[in-house]
């Protein structure tokens, strides 16, 4: 039976909430269903959105705007009549919610993709247990706070963490890292550490630096890749400069291709400090079998089983990380077999057709 989705999502940036909705509903309506998106016009969701032909409106999600985007949204809901509205923000997650009440929509879901506890507050109880049939987290230790603190059924909460779309094929190691030496100048024998995403304090980056730091002299032949655009970069490329460290960090810029990055990474970086889910770019680089390190953070932990997927290190702590990059660049054979594991765990639970069947399972067990 095809099914009528909607979501709304207030971001306008392209982060990982924005590229899971997007490939959600990519795979949905590769089955069939009918996908239609409310977001802020002139965002990389909404111009992939319409590429894609599917039904898109614009609404700014704004607290100035809120009653207009209210009665905007309504009607929007009334006119497609939605089996299931997804919300995915914290503005439209307010509008869409209380838009929704009374309308009759089969199933309202308000997911919740960042690890924050969620403060026990009256409009919170009223959005987390009145006006959604299901809460989708992205991590554990999510779902567990919103159910223990805010006396929310245990029966409506799921985790649902991002599922990676695999590519058709990926370059040898070896190739790839050629690649990078040519694209970046450098020795062809050189190797490369690694990060992939957005160029932010809250990422760790300049606690992955600090550790890149006390390793090179030990690693003279690598190199630390940083791959990604952000609100950071200029201060990112100062603390660079100031630790003089420009012939061995590389800011690579934004990437629509990151595949051909974990295959030459020898290791991939996350040393997010706070507000972490489940992070595609990590699923992604443990599909590539690129050996993963990050910290106990959110749901890092739920991928990267200390020792058997990875290896995890507490945040803020550039001594610690900088002693898991030895151990990954030292010992080859555990690394493989770490990356192995990886590889098995993120084929089996976390692609996107893994996904795709668990919220369909979720919505409609029989």
């Given at each position: ?8 999502v ?55 705007n ?87 059924a245990?029966?409506?909460v ?51 630096i ?12 690598h ?75 959110g ?10 997927t990875g ?14 990059l ?5 010992d ?35």
């Open positions: 039976m095809s099914l009528r989705i909607l979501h709304t207030s971001n306008n940036q392209w982060g990982g909430l924005e590229r899971r909705v997007f490939n959600e509903c990519a795979w949905m309506a590769g089955k069939g269903h009918d996908i239609s998106i409310v977001t802020p016009d002139n965002t990389p969701l909404f111009d992939k959105s319409s590429a894609m032909g599917w039904q898109v409106h614009t609404m700014p999600f704004t607290s100035l809120a009653p207009f985007d209210y009665f905007h949204l309504r009607t929007i809901l009334k006119t497609f009549r939605p089996d299931i509205l997804n919300t995915h923000g914290n503005m439209d997650g307010k509008v869409g919610l209380v838009a929704a009440k009374g309308l009759n929509i089969p199933h309202v879901i308000l997911s919740r993709h960042i690890t924050p506890d969620v403060k026990n507050n009256w409009y919170n109880r009223q959005l987390y247990r009145n006006l959604c049939t299901h809460i989708f987290t992205t991590a554990d230790c999510t779902g567990t706070q919103i159910i223990n603190d805010l006396n929310v245990p029966e409506k799921f985790t649902v963490s991002s599922g990676i779309i695999p590519p058709e094929e990926m370059l040898p190691k070896k190739e790839a890292r050629l690649l990078l030496s040519q694209r970046f100048k450098r020795n062809s024998g050189t190797r490369y550490i690694g990060y992939i995403g957005r160029l932010t304090e809250d990422k760790g980056i300049f606690d992955l600090r550790a890149f730091d006390r390793i090179r002299e030990k690693f003279t032949g190199c630390l890749v940083l791959v990604g655009d952000g609100g950071e970069k200029e201060d990112i490329e100062n603390f660079i400069k100031a630790g003089r460290l420009e012939s061995r960090v590389i800011l690579a810029g934004y990437t629509d291709n990151p595949w051909e990055y974990y295959r030459a990474f020898d290791a991939n970086v996350l040393a997010s400090t706070e507000n972490e889910g489940i992070p595609q770019a990590l699923l992604e680089a443990m599909f590539a079998q690129c050996p993963v390190i990050g910290t106990q953070v749901g890092i932990p739920d991928v990267i089983r200390d020792k058997e290896l995890l290190v507490l945040p803020k702590n550039p001594d610690s990380l900088a002693g898991a030895e151990t990954t660049l030292e080859q054979s555990r690394t493989g077999i770490r990356a192995r594991a990886a590889f098995e765990f993120v084929s089996r639970s976390h692609t996107i057709d893994a996904m795709g069947r668990k919220i369909l399972s979720i919505l409609d067990p029989g």
